[in-house]
């Protein structure tokens, strides 16, 4: 089946400081998500990004599909934005619309 | 307010017990997963359903059972076949198929006695 790697698996950041984190594919894909998981356990969509590009206030996306990679930067962070980031995707030749998910970046934004 | 709910957010399993997970969700969505976290771990898939009355084994579904009979719930058996079942349970619903952006429960936490 399609592999999903994430980099780096953990992360500390200052507060106010910028990232970006990574996620590799190794096949074609027709979805791919990210998601955030905060301290709790509850996992928020935060971006559906095939390819191209997107931006939600502090936090944008880029998927580019042909070389099998996506980046979500996260700009001024904030304690808030701690939690696991985790990458899924869905190969092109998947019937079942099955998502496969990376195995996070873990982010400690510090006061 | 419209969400996924899952219940109980805590359980606990005694040897050899059968436990149930419930899974209700009030989006309308037709398509239903369910999802097995270790510590430290990504998600992994135990099952899904698409359509009531359907299902469909994800990449770990040994030890565990589903059923859909409503389309608004989506049960998860974790049988006594299932040797290692403490983890964090996430289920999950797609509005669209064609895109399968999932929302997700807040999670039930399994422990084993």
């Known amino acids: 089946g399609i592999q999903v790697e994430q980099s780096p698996p953990d992360l500390i950041l200052q507060e106010g400081a910028n990232s970006t984190l990574r996620c590799n594919f190794s096949?074609?894909?027709?979805?791919l998500q990210w998601f955030h998981q905060n301290p709790w356990g509850q996992l928020i969509n935060l971006f559906y990004?095939?390819?191209g590009t997107k931006q939600n206030g502090r936090l944008s996306a880029t998927t580019v599909a042909t070389e099998r990679y996506s980046l979500l930067y996260i700009s001024s962070s904030q304690t808030t934005d701690s939690g696991v980031y985790f990458c899924?995707?869905?190969?092109?030749?998947?019937?079942?619309?099955?998502?496969?998910f990376g195995g996070g970046t873990r982010l400690m934004v510090k006061p | 307010d419209g969400g996924i709910t899952q219940s109980p957010k805590y359980l606990f399993r005694k040897e050899g017990q059968n436990v149930t997970l419930s899974c209700e969700q009030n989006?309308?969505?037709?398509?239903m997963y369910w999802y097995r976290q270790d510590p430290g771990q990504g998600l992994r898939l135990i099952y899904y359903?698409?359509?009531?009355?359907?299902?469909q084994k994800g990449d770990i579904a040994e030890g565990y059972s589903v059923s859909r009979e409503k389309k608004e719930s989506f049960p998860l058996t974790v049988t006594s076949a299932q040797k290692n079942p403490t983890a964090f349970y996430l289920c999950?619903?797609?509005?669209?198929?064609?895109?399968?952006?999932?929302?997700f429960g807040a999670g039930t936490r399994l422990s084993v006695l």
């Open positions: 989006l309308n969505h037709d398509a």
């Open positions: 990004i095939p390819s």
């Open positions: 999950a619903s797609t509005e669209d198929r064609g895109l399968n952006i999932q929302y």
């Open positions: 359903s698409q359509i009531v009355n359907d299902f």
């Open positions: 899924a995707v869905e190969p092109n030749n998947n019937a079942g619309n099955m998502l496969t």
């Open positions: 096949d074609s894909v027709n979805n």
